[in-house]
């Protein structure tokens, strides 16, 4: 009799502990896949921030090229950014094209954290970075 005891307490710690595993998945699932949407969104900004730097070290020595340094500084941007969708990538250039004046790049790509079909958060991710021309 304490035998049958024992095994039907054990079956009664496995079916609590599958209990528990089945009322804390989602939550674990919900908080990984949020995980991933943050990651994916970082790894945006790590985009358009290193294509901005890009895009204004070309500006630094381009002053050569006049009215075209514009073009091309917006051309290093979007080959920096080559992994992003090119359409809702935004370029500002600003500059004098005049030697020791600043040279302004500015990216926006928009964003949205979105958790099992639900947006959480949405925007635009913006980085500007100012080189001098030489």
Do not use: C
Request: hydrophobic content about 40%.
């Amino acid at each position: 009799m304490e035998m049958f005891r024992k095994l039907f307490r054990q079956d009664r710690e496995k079916g609590q502990a599958l209990t528990e595993f089945a009322l804390v998945l989602p939550v674990l699932a919900l908080l990984l896949f949020a995980i991933l949407q943050l990651g994916v969104v970082f790894h945006q900004y790590v985009n358009i921030t290193d294509a901005a730097r890009a895009g204004a070290r070309q500006g630094a020595v381009s002053r050569h090229l006049g009215t075209d340094a514009a073009t091309a500084v917006e051309d290093r941007v979007r080959e920096s950014a080559g992994d992003l969708d090119q359409s809702k990538l935004g370029v500002t250039v600003s500059s004098t094209w005049q030697q020791g004046e600043d040279v302004t790049v500015t990216t926006t790509y928009p964003y949205d954290i979105d958790v099992l079909g639900v947006v959480v958060k949405s925007g635009n991710l913006t980085s500007t970075t100012t080189e001098r021309v030489e």
